[in-house]
Structure formats: structure tokens, C-alpha cells
């Protein structure tokens, strides 16, 4: 068992480019219950300093190379019971590197049902099948003569039946599988047709009507895309090999014939039976069989793949940049259900709920802009989120014509924010336990308001398939998904950190070693006693131990306590350390922190001891030089263009402004304010060459765009972002907008139809927003 765990260590270490003994010192971490972030954050010096995304991969392969062991255990068993185990054998299935390679190995042993091999045997055709493949002088149909009886009633059935055993024996030669398996990864084409008459309903999957490519090359989204469309009965997907060679022998069939020595260009009978039973072997086995294992590969590539990108989105849009402690106003659009008005003060707290109805049938405007004037003044709101759903260009247009007659001093400032998933969580069990007494409609208007204060905190709420950042999400397996996407969520609120007296018990559940049974406990504790005065207090909430305190202390903050280093990173077990470090330095520990001239002139080295390291000292000078920094960006506003609101309304050569809401492999996707994402591809996205587009953009991030084409008919805006791409000056460009980062206040904006007619809304919106 020693050898085999250094065996995995050295596979992983080598794929992560670490060393076998930091790979296995983090797997007895993780195997004695620490969680990834814990053992990335605070046992570098066991480790070696893996990062979060090297224990991530070592986690997933642990758990692969863990079940191949066993697998192969469970396989040299059963080949022992059988009497069938050689020394070669077994060395051959302890060199096998996958559960492909080893099922190959496997599979002349596993037990089956009847073949037509197996009854060519009991009718006594074996030895006819072994003297035809040993001696290529004998003629077949009189060889097969001496094999005639009852059960074998002529030449032909003889004959049959000895093709059957060699044919078996050939599709079960690993050796030969693995190379046709190499052969087919090297030279197969995918090759995808329309299926007939199917032309109007699968429009969108237009590009794939006669696509082919080699399968190696298959991007994941062109593979997802088409195994979707052959799942609506679309298209049809082949994997085809050799299907433009006109040789006599394809390459293919050679491939088999040479592991056999079966030449069939040779005028001998026997050579000629045999070649054609080997085309015979690849027609009726190996070629379907390595059709479906090539098949399921490229699914596979391409649902890691996928998975890699709705992960990477999601940490990105986790991990966006919060507006912080301000009074927000979230506005849910809506056409005849009324936009949603929802108020929460700085810590999330709901203030104060409405619903209004600006547009049709309605058509209240003054009354929607009095009553949102009135909640502005009233709670001195500094931000307003407006989801991106049905109406959100309108409501946006309505916002700014209401700043606009504002005051300069209540001028807050309104930002299109996503809402994917905040229908979801409305109607969820947590929502109804946080809002029993709230509509299910103002919910949402809660949590788009809440999301931009803090992104992290509200999303946690959410199940992450549910927040939209993926490319084929609901095509790959779930089961994987969830757990990648976990991974992503634990990973992101453990890099923040939490609030111990205000977080949720969704964001608490997913702190280092907590999970959600404890997480309501720590919940019901600060419930019945009050704010927590200390990290150490946690050792009083029930059944959580000294282990799980280890695990969780370091990831929670408690603000303005007694002790300062509680709102720190620094972990109680270092806190030795820390007051070290701020006894050399002769000051007071509050004084101390964020010193980062005095701090940065002291040497590491001098506080390291047997049990700290280096790794552990650095680490503490950096957070004592800016304690409890968030590893979030700051905070920027962006805004959509005027007067572009439809994909009708857009024009190659437009200049906007957008926000990237997903990140593919073949480019990304941005938000102009159209309720169509437009697509920059990755040849697009900068004036060099880019590989991947998270090179240059990840999801929350505001850009410039350029419109290059669009097909409103399939609903594609193609955009670009080289500089290179420019337009001639003011062509087609829209209104100019200020660029995210600007953050002046919106000022007025043109005027309505309604205000064109009914004169200037200013005096009297403000004389009924103040007697509301």
C-alpha cells in the first residue's frame, strides 16, 4: 500500500509540477478532514506552498488514481481466480496508466454472456481457427472439410464459425485496440449531417449541417454543440476514419492485418480468408466499438472543458467587485407586473418595499418616479441596481430621467446588474425562511439590490448552475459540475473571508470545515447570546470541536473586538507570531497594523521557529500591512448607450459600452443592453493573438466594443475589441457614454415624449416625492 501511494504521489506531482513529498503531505492533510482552502492558506510549509488550484487537480487525480488502483485489484483477482495470471500479464495490467487501457487488458478475461466465438468453440472449431491463423499454406474450404458433423453442417458453417473465435481474438488483442485507438485519435474526422427534413426546425444549428473536422482538433463548445443537435434529432454524428482512401487495403484494416502477419496482397487462399476476415473484424466490432469509446472521449474533453469555463466565470463573477456598505435600491423590471422596488440600508437590511407601474397598460410614469424620488430622499439611497431582465432598458431610462431631476447632493448612481438566478432564489425555501412575511415578486428586487452591494454574499444563496455563466451547462455531467462549481464557491468566499456577526448561514456554510448544520448553529448561538466578542467564543457553539475550529477560525472576522488580529487573516494558532512581530517593533498592535514602511523593514527570518516557517511569517507581515483586505477589484459603474435598446436598434461600426457576462474558449460574451449578448470572438479580442480569452477579459468586466455584424434573424451580434477595428470618425457611433471607472454622476437625460409635452417634471416630481 506504501508503494502504491508513493507511485501516486510521484503521477500527481509530476502532472502539477510539484514534488512527491509535497504531494503526499497534502494528501494526508486532506485525508485527515482539512479542507483545500485551510491546507492552501495555512500548512504551506507542509506543503510546499501548493496553491488552491494545484490542490484542487491533486483532489480531483487522487480520487481517479484511488479508483484505478482498486480497479485494478478487483481486475488481477479475477484473472487469479480464472488461472489465467502470468508474470507478463500482470506486469501488463500494473503498467496500464487509465480505466481504458486496463478494461482493454481486462477484456478477454471479463465474464460474458454466450458469444458466437464461445459456440464455435463448444461445436469443436477451435483448433480449425488456430491451424488457418498458424499455417497460411492450407486451402480453408478443405481444412474446414475435417470439422463437418452434426452441429457443423457444411464448409461454409465451418468456416463461419472459425472466422467468429479469430475475430474475437482479434477485437481483444489490447495491443492492436490501443494502437487502432492511437490511430483513430490521430487521422478520425467528426463528421456531422442534417438530418433529412429537420433543415427549418434545427436552424440554429445551421453551421453543423455538413461540418467535418478531425477529431482531434474538435473544440469542446463545437463538440457540445453538436452531440445536442444529434440529441434533438438534427443532426447525425459520425466518427469516420479512412473514408477518402480508395486503397484496396484502408490503412485501417492494414493496421490489423499487420498484427497478425496477414498480407493480403499474397495469392494464397488462406492469406486471402484471413484479410477479408480482418476487414470482417473491423466492419463488425472495432470500428463501432472505437467509434463510441472516441465518441465518448471527445464528450468528455468537452464537458472537462466546459466545466473549466463555467468555473473560471463563475470565480469571476463571485469574486467581482462589491459596492460596499451603501443604501441600494434594487429595481426588478417588469412590463404589466410592475417593477419591483425593493430598499435595503448598507448591511442588507430591506428598509422599505413598492411596486410601480411606469409602462404599459398603466403607464404611470410621474407616479413610478414620485415614489422612487420619495424611497431616494427618504433612506438617502446612493445606488440604484437595476436587473438586466424584461423592461431593464426602459427602467434604466426611467432611473436616469429621475436622477436627472434630483438634486445634485441625492444623485445616486445606477447600475445594470445581472439577475440571472434571482428568480430561482425567490421562490426558494431559504428565501421564504429570510422573507416569510415579503412576496415572492419583491424578493428578487432584494436580491438584485443585495448582489450589488456584495456579489459573494448574495450569489452564495444561489445554486451556481443557476446563475447562467456557462457554455452548454445542462448537456455535461451534473454530478461533476456540482462539485467543480463547489469547489469554485468554497474557494472564493474562503479568499474574502467572512463576517462572523453578520454573514448568512448560506455564506457561514461554505467557510473552511463549517457546512450548513454547523453554520445554523453558529446562526442559533449568535442569536440567543449575541455578536461573537471573539474567534476563541466559537469553541462555545455546540458540536463544533477544537478540529473544526482549526479549520474555520482563520477564515472568519470579527470587527472591532477586543482582540485586533480577530479581524485579520492571521490564525489564532499564529497569533505567537503576530505579537512577535509587534514586540520587535515596540509598538501597539493596532498602531501597528497597516504600518507598511516599518513592517516591510523587518527581516522574516527572525520570527520563524519550529513550528512557523517562512511561508507563515511572510504571510502574517502582509496582512498586518493591510489587515483584512478584501482580494476583490474596486468598485466601477458602467452605463449602456442612449437610444440603443433592441438589436434593431444597432449598426456595424457603433461604438458601445457593455459588460462581459461569459467567458468561452471561443471568445466572449457581452451585454450592450439589447437583451442579446453580443459575441466577441477570440480572433477579435485584442490586436495580438490571444489563445484564451481569459487572457484579456473574465465576466464583470466593462469594455469597449465595436459592432461588426449582426443577424437579428438568429438573434447574433458579432462585436470586436481591436483597436485596430476603429470605424471612420462618428460613424454610426451613439451618444457618447462615460466609460466604467469615470464614476461622475449620471446627469440629465433627454427628455421623454411625455416631458416634452407636459413640460419639465423637476418642480413638481420633487413637491410630490417630498409629500409622499
Known amino acids: 500500500m506504501a508503494a502504491d501511494t508513493l507511485r501516486i504521489a510521484r503521477i500527481i506531482a509530476a502532472e502539477i509540477q510539484a514534488k512527491p513529498e509535497q504531494v503526499t503531505a497534502a494528501v494526508e492533510l486532506l485525508d485527515g478532514g482539512a479542507t483545500v482552502p485551510f491546507v492552501a492558506r495555512y500548512r504551506k510549509e507542509a506543503t510546499g506552498g501548493l496553491d488552491d488550484t494545484q490542490l484542487r487537480t491533486l483532489e480531483e487525480r487522487l480520487s481517479y488514481l484511488r479508483e484505478l488502483w482498486a480497479r485494478r485489484e478487483t481486475v488481477l483477482e479475477s484473472i487469479r481466480s480464472q488461472g489465467k495470471l502470468t508474470d507478463e500479464l500482470a506486469a501488463k495490467i500494473e503498467a496500464a496508466g487509465t480505466k481504458a487501457e486496463l478494461e482493454d487488458i481486462y477484456l478477454p478475461f471479463k465474464p460474458k454472456r454466450r458469444t458466437k466465438a464461445e459456440i464455435a468453440r463448444e461445436k469443436g472449431l477451435g483448433p480449425l481457427a488456430e491451424a488457418l491463423l498458424a499455417d497460411r499454406s492450407l486451402i480453408p474450404q478443405e481444412a474446414a472439410a475435417a470439422y463437418l458433423r452434426d452441429e457443423v453442417p457444411d464448409v461454409k458453417a465451418a468456416l463461419d464459425g ?133 465518441m465518448n472521449e471527445m464528450r468528455e474533453r468537452a464537458e472537462e472543458e466546459a466545466i473549466h469555463v463555467f468555473a473560471r466565470n463563475l470565480k469571476d463573477l463571485l469574486l467581482a467587485a462589491p459596492a460596499g ?48 424620488g420619495h424611497l431616494i430622499l427618504k433612506h438617502k439611497v446612493e445606488l440604484i441596481a437595476i436587473g438586466n431582465g424584461t423592461a431593464s432598458r426602459e427602467t434604466d431610462r426611467l432611473a436616469a430621467e429621475l436622477i436627472g431631476d434630483l438634486p445634485a447632493e441625492n444623485k445616486p448612481i445606477k447600475v445594470v446588474v445581472s439577475e440571472a438566478g434571482a428568480s430561482v432564489y425567490s421562490a426558494s425555501a431559504l428565501a421564504a425562511a429570510e422573507f416569510p412575511d415579503l412576496d415572492v415578486s419583491l424578493r428578487g428586487a432584494v436580491s438584485i439590490a443585495r448582489r450589488l452591494q456584495d456579489p459573494l454574499a448574495e450569489l452564495v444563496k444561489i445554486d451556481p448552475k443557476s446563475i447562467g455563466v456557462g457554455q452548454y451547462q445542462h448537456d ?252 471612420p470618425r462618428d460613424a454610426g457611433r451613439p451618444q457618447q457614454q462615460p466609460a466604467r471607472g469615470d464614476q461622475r454622476r449620471p446627469g440629465p437625460a433627454p427628455k421623454r415624449p411625455e416631458q416634452n409635452q407636459q413640460g419639465s417634471l423637476g418642480a413638481a416630481l420633487l413637491d410630490a416625492m417630498r409629500r409622499k
Open 162 to 294: 472459425a472466422r467468429d473465435i479469430i475475430v474475437e481474438q482479434m477485437a481483444e488483442n489490447a495491443d492492436l485496440v490501443g494502437n487502432l485507438r492511437n490511430y483513430m485519435k490521430d487521422k478520425a474526422v467528426v463528421h456531422a449531417r442534417l438530418v433529412e427534413g429537420k433543415a427549418e426546425a434545427g436552424a440554429k444549428f445551421s453551421d453543423y449541417f455538413d461540418h467535418a473536422e478531425p477529431w482531434a482538433k474538435v473544440a469542446g463548445h463545437r463538440a457540445l454543440a453538436m452531440l445536442r443537435g444529434r440529441n434533438e434529432e438534427v443532426l447525425s454524428v459520425d466518427i469516420e476514419v479512412d473514408a477518402d482512401s480508395d486503397a484496396p487495403v484502408k490503412p485501417v484494416e492494414a493496421r490489423i492485418m499487420g498484427a497478425y502477419g496477414i498480407d493480403p496482397r499474397a495469392p494464397t487462399p488462406a492469406e486471402k480468408w484471413l484479410g477479408d476476415v480482418a476487414r470482417w473484424c473491423w466492419r463488425v466490432k472495432l470500428s463501432l466499438h472505437l467509434s463510441i469509446d472516441l
Open 476 to 727: 455535461v455531467d451534473q454530478h461533476r459540475l456540482a462539485r467543480s462549481l463547489d469547489a469554485v464557491v468554497e474557494d472564493a468566499v474562503n479568499a474574502v473571508g467572512v463576517d462572523l456577526n453578520t454573514a448568512s448561514a448560506s455564506l457561514l456554510a461554505r467557510v473552511s470545515g463549517l457546512g450548513a448544520s454547523l453554520a445554523e448553529a453558529v446562526i442559533a448561538h449568535r442569536n440567543a447570546n449575541g455578536p461573537f466578542a471573539s474567534r476563541k467564543d466559537l469553541l462555545s457553539v455546540s458540536r463544533l470541536g477544537p478540529r473544526t475550529f482549526e479549520q474555520c477560525a482563520g477564515f472568519l472576522r470579527i470587527s472591532n473586538g477586543a482582540e485586533p488580529l480577530d479581524a485579520s487573516s492571521v490564525h489564532p494558532e499564529a497569533y505567537g507570531v503576530a505579537k512577535k512581530i509587534v514586540a520587535a517593533c515596540g509598538r501597539d498592535l493596532r498602531s501597528l497594523m497597516g504600518d507598511a514602511k516599518l513592517l516591510k523593514s523587518l527581516d522574516p527570518a527572525d520570527f520563524v521557529d519550529a513550528r512557523f516557517g517562512l511561508p507563515t511569517v511572510k504571510d502574517i507581515l502582509s496582512e498586518l500591512e493591510k489587515p483584512g483586505r478584501d482580494p476583490r477589484p474596486e468598485f466601477r459603474t458602467a452605463s449602456f448607450a442612449e437610444g440603443v435598446e433592441e438589436i434593431s436598434d444597432l449598426r456595424p461600426g457603433m461604438i458601445l459600452e457593455g459588460t462581459v457576462t461569459n467567458v468561452a474558449n471561443f471568445g466572449a460574451f457581452v451585454d450592450i443592453g439589447v437583451h442579446q449578448d453580443g459575441l466577441v470572438h477570440v480572433s477579435q479580442l485584442a490586436d495580438r493573438f490571444i489563445k484564451d480569452p481569459a487572457e484579456v477579459v473574465k465576466a464583470g468586466d466593462v469594455v469597449k466594443v465595436k459592432v461588426l455584424e449582426v443577424d437579428a434573424k438568429r438573434k447574433r451580434i458579432s462585436l470586436t475589441m481591436r483597436k485596430g477595428e476603429a470605424p
Open 325 to 372: 456598505s451603501r443604501a441600494t435600491m434594487g429595481l426588478d423590471p417588469g412590463i404589466r407586473t410592475g417593477v419591483k422596488v425593493a430598499v435595503v440600508d448598507g448591511t442588507g437590511k430591506v428598509l422599505e418595499t413598492a411596486t410601480v407601474y411606469p409602462f404599459q397598460p398603466k403607464n404611470d410614469v410621474r407616479g413610478a418616479q414620485a415614489t422612487l
